[in-house]
């Protein structure tokens, strides 16, 4: 069955400090991958997805992930993170074939003004 | 930019009642989708709705979850006899395609 790991948490950076949030998922074919975030109260937004060619993929308010096959990671950064960045960040897994996403549990990160 | 709404934000009700959640996806999409979310645990998939049938369920939708789509706009989400367990935000999203989903911003079901 299709998983996904996020590893960390909970994450607690200063200001203009660098994010790296891990995501790992178990599926061996084809796939389609995302982060979500959801600040505090409200509901999940897409901050990037990869569905195909370059690996690297940018995304809104300066997040950028990379996709890494044969380590089966899409890992989230951000060079600099401010304030408003606090919230919980899932990444999601979709694979071919199917309709759903599987969620991993989420990474709550705090950023401290 | 356009939203997906859900109807109520937030909704008490005692076991063993019936509910109806309520959502209104991006007019242009053709993919409906509910995904639930227990206090402190991860987003999960509960069905998936593509040309007024089910395409896809996962195993909590189980028989006393339905959903329907009984007009052009609106896409519900019925739970027939509710649990203490089935207390949870409730997310409803759409798409036009099978990836890039849009969220509603989530119905937090009370049941007391």
């Known amino acids: 069955a299709q998983s996904v790991s996020q590893h960390n948490h909970h994450v607690i950076l200063s200001e203009a400090a660098s994010l790296e949030l891990g995501c790992n998922y178990s599926?061996?074919?084809?796939?389609?991958l995302f982060w979500y975030v959801q600040y505090p109260g409200q509901h999940l937004q897409l901050l990037l997805k990869?569905?195909?060619?370059?690996?690297l993929v940018k995304g809104i308010k300066g997040f950028e992930a990379e996709f890494i096959k044969s380590k089966f990671s899409f890992n989230l950064r951000k060079p600099s993170v401010q304030w408003s960045d606090t919230a919980e960040y899932f990444c999601g897994v979709r694979a071919s074939g199917t309709y759903k996403y599987i969620f991993g549990t989420g990474t709550r990160l705090k950023v401290l003004a | 930019e356009p939203e997906v709404t859900q109807t109520p934000s937030h909704q008490v009700t005692q076991m063993g009642q019936e509910v109806i959640l309520r959502c209104v996806p991006i007019?242009?999409?053709?993919?409906f989708y509910w995904y639930r979310q227990i206090l402190g645990q991860k987003v999960e998939f509960l069905v998936s709705f593509y040309n007024n049938e089910i395409s896809e369920k996962s195993e909590i939708f189980d028989d006393q979850f339905s959903v329907e789509r009984p007009d052009g706009s609106n896409f519900t989400l019925k739970i027939r006899s509710t649990k203490l367990e089935d207390s949870a935000m409730y997310f409803c999203?759409?798409?036009?395609?099978?990836?890039?989903?849009?969220f509603g911003s989530g119905t937090r079901l009370t049941v007391v």
């Open positions: 007019s242009n999409h053709l993919y």
């Open positions: 599926y061996g074919g084809t796939v389609n």
């Open positions: 990869y569905f195909s060619g370059d690996p």
């Open positions: 999203a759409s798409s036009e395609g099978r990836a890039g989903y849009t």
